[in-house]
């Protein structure tokens, strides 16, 4: 009596990892169909730049910013620009209406979870911010002569959890809104007081002390402090850093908390 070999089968977990793979060049590929997106994420923020660098009083030292020009300013505020448009602007409304089109429900009774859908949006959302802020760095150094940040790793940590924060956020207002025009308000609702504090009508550094202080405890004032510490050749203050990690750690528990997939 011969005993039959069991013929190899592919595991759950490779199944799932397969399976996220594909979800995740499926919404690269809807992702770079988007013109809208790709305009707001990664080409308005370096065109701000170059609109506000082409201005001649934007070219010359601020007493009011330790020497600093406004364009030299404005570099960090536009790559933080970049991750609001991202978190606040496009990934939102993105996954409300995948929820209310039932198209998560659907997934739960295939290999593809739900949840794959959420990190590939996150991942792309994330990285498109990352290279805008490559782009709004490389700009303003060719065009402007802006200096590269001095203390590069923290300049490169302080961006890794801006980024985090904001897809946090971005997350938070997904799983508040229950429908496409909900999410869409209440992105709305947040977009303009994050784009005041990471200084985009007003540099943080030239804000009133009182109201920078405020400021500083928002995450994206946060983000702003820390990335102008760290192009200065700084490292960034732990207290900004440490407000940062705060808020990402409280707004994704609240997304998870509150997120429902149907």
Avoid: N
Wanted: hydrophobic share 55%.
């Amino acid at each position: 009596m011969t005993t039959a070999t069991a013929a190899p089968h592919t595991t759950a977990p490779d199944t799932g990892t397969k399976a996220s793979a594909a979800v995740l060049r499926a919404e690269l590929r809807l992702f770079r169909r988007e013109p809208g997106a790709l305009f707001w994420i990664m080409a308005f923020p370096t065109l701000l730049l170059v609109i506000l660098g082409s201005i001649p009083s934007f070219r010359e030292a601020d007493d009011s910013l330790d020497g600093l020009r406004l364009v030299d300013a404005y570099v960090p505020v536009t790559v933080l620009l970049s991750l609001i448009m991202a978190g606040l602007q496009a990934m939102p409304p993105l996954i409300t209406g995948y929820r209310e089109r039932g198209i998560l429900r659907r997934m739960s009774a295939t290999p593809v979870r739900p949840s794959a859908v959420l990190g590939a949006q996150m991942g792309i959302h994330g990285a498109a911010a990352l290279v805008s802020a490559l782009l709004s760095l490389t700009v303003g150094r060719l065009a402007f002569d802006v200096a590269l940040p001095r203390q590069a790793f923290g300049y490169a940590l302080a961006l890794l959890l801006a980024i985090l924060c904001g897809l946090a956020l971005g997350a938070l207002v997904s799983a508040l809104a229950r429908t496409t025009k909900a999410a869409t308000a209440i992105g709305s609702a947040v977009f303009f007081p994050m784009m005041f504090s990471a200084g985009v009508w007003l540099p943080v550094q030239a804000m009133p002390d009182g109201l920078a202080r405020a400021v500083e405890g928002t995450p994206l004032g946060a983000a702003s402090q820390a990335l102008s510490d760290a192009a200065a050749g700084d490292w960034p203050g732990l207290a900004h850093l440490g407000v940062l990690a705060l808020w990402t750690v409280v707004l994704s528990a609240g997304a998870s908390r509150w997120f429902r997939w149907e």
